[in-house]
């Protein structure tokens, strides 16, 4: 068993060392008759608690190995809980200002593209869209004097209302899992295209919540100061 496992830690964010915290292993005699003669097996069984050395958050890893995969008897059946993030995206736990029912949504879609269900995923990616919309009152855009209030138009209300530029907008506008056609064309997307999604997603947090509270706090520095 390894004393030293690297693996993403869901709560550094990022690909840690883990060592060994306690492991048990053990090993299964298995007999079997085939044609009247008895041929004997072996499986090992082992049970590992690990602990980050960034965090010293703890994870569970079991795995078993089969006596006629040597010679180099990899591990078979893996598991580890809880189960890993996506390194590259941004933790919920790193938004300090994004509403808890909301940042509910964002740990679900995580969730759902690490499962790879697709279906889910992109659902909850236009269901959070909506939700940021609701959260600022924004209806939709004016279009030719009328309110466009399906998904488009609340994008380009976030827009129009400053909270996002307008490449970021159609950045959201124009990505396959966003756009109207997205929930009614399903078809296999890969693991990276939701990976790719749930980036914009990420930026649009930050951009909506995180930098307008940056500039609010930066701006009432300033005040106190300018008094
Ligand atoms: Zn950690």
Redesign the pocket.
Known sequence: MEEIFKIH?N??GTD?IHKIFVAHSERRNIHEIIDYRNYEFWEDVTAVIYR?G??G?FLFKKYRIWCEDGPDFPEKDVIVLPERNISVLKTPDRFQHVPSHIISLYREIIDAAVKEMVILCSAGIRAIIEAICNDKGIEGATVDNNLDKNLRGKIMGLCEKGYLTLKHAKSLLYHKFIGDKALHELRNHTKEELVAAIDIIAHTLDSVYELDNKVNSWNETNEKKVK
């Open positions: 830690c709560k550094c840690t980050c960034g965090c958050e």
